[in-house]
Nanobody
């Protein structure tokens, strides 16, 4: 069972930035990517970004494309989500996931516990 540990969430003013980190306990043959989803209050969980472990292919949701940047450190089995210029609409619980990279999104197999990001207007 893969364990995913997230960190880096918090409370920031609009325009501020945060960097989320997620470290996996191991890699498995059933997964080839890691990434992030988010769930805002009263809304469903939505895909944010993902990156392939071996080929570095990156997928972004249209809502954050051009703003957020996902990166990885293979040696540490860690992915990062750099989030500059945050908006109140970015307020959500951000979940790390490990799974298979699809055409446009990550197909998750494992989930982290989530980390809260709150952006104040």
């Amino acid at each position: 069972q893969v364990q995913l540990a997230e960190s880096g969430g918090g409370l920031v003013q609009a325009g501020g930035s945060l960097r989320l980190s997620c470290t996996a306990s191991e890699r498995t043959f059933s997964t080839n990517a890691m990434g992030w989803f988010r769930q805002a209050p009263g809304k469903g969980r939505e895909f944010v970004a993902a990156i392939g472990w071996d080929n570095g292919v990156i997928k972004y949701a249209d809502a954050i494309k051009g703003r957020f940047t996902i990166s990885r450190d293979n040696a540490k089995i860690t992915v990062y989500l750099q989030m500059p210029a945050l908006k109140p609409d970015d307020t959500a619980v951000y979940y790390c996931a490990a799974g298979v990279l699809g055409v446009a999104v990550l197909l998750p197999e494992y989930w982290g516990q989530g980390t809260q990001v709150t952006v104040l207007s």
